[in-house]
């Protein structure tokens, strides 16, 4: 059974430690619910208490959560999805912004600072740097050809917020997230 504990992150714990909490929990929630929003929704609020657990800079997380393919669009964009922190952008054209980006490329965008990035869209202004990661799945069963079916998008209001060590752990619940769910085609 669902329990809010899950979101109960130790003070004093390593961003490594959380991380392997998050996906812990995650794995968790997510066995035996193949619900896309039901577990992005959970995932958001996993990685948002963990980052509210952890010092600086990896506490001034402003944003996190997801987009996803717009299914209903003829153009390759992405739709808000699951997410904590301030209203933010509703939809996002594959290689626009951070976001985009990494939609269109399928690989993970480790942005320092987000005004050094060329087409930045700045949902929130007191974001600094970003970490995207995109969720990728077989576009046919049996296919190692993939189609990005959501992104995973943290913003932190610090210059310099995210690392290797966010970007390995956010690739592995991508990973989890793109085989626990049912995306839509």
């Not at 929704?41 to 997801?66: E, I, T």
């Not at 209203?87 to 976001?99: K, M, N, P, R, S």
């Not at 592995?172 to 839509?184: T, Y």
């Amino acid at each position: 059974m669902v329990h809010a504990d899950a979101s109960n992150f130790a003070d004093g714990v390593s961003k490594q430690e959380a991380y392997e909490q998050v996906l812990l929990m995650a794995e968790g929630l997510f066995h035996g619910q193949p619900n896309w929003v039901c577990n992005l929704s959970n995932a958001a609020s996993l990685l948002w208490h963990a980052y509210k657990s952890l010092p600086s800079p990896s506490n001034q997380v402003n944003w996190s959560g997801f987009y996803v393919r717009d299914t209903a669009s003829s153009k390759p964009q992405l739709i808000l999805g699951p997410f904590q922190g301030k209203v933010a952008c509703q939809t996002i054209l594959f290689g626009e912004g951070v976001c985009g980006t990494a939609a269109e490329t399928q690989r993970t965008q480790l942005v320092r600072d987000v005004e050094a990035f060329p087409g930045h869209i700045a949902c929130d202004g007191d974001s600094k740097s970003e970490v995207v990661v995109p969720i990728l799945v077989p576009v046919a069963e049996g296919s190692d050809e993939k189609r990005t079916v959501a992104i995973i998008d943290i913003d932190c209001a610090e210059l310099g917020g995210f690392d290797e060590v966010d970007q390995k752990f956010l690739e592995e619940l991508a990973a989890l997230l793109a085989k626990s769910c049912a995306w839509p085609q």
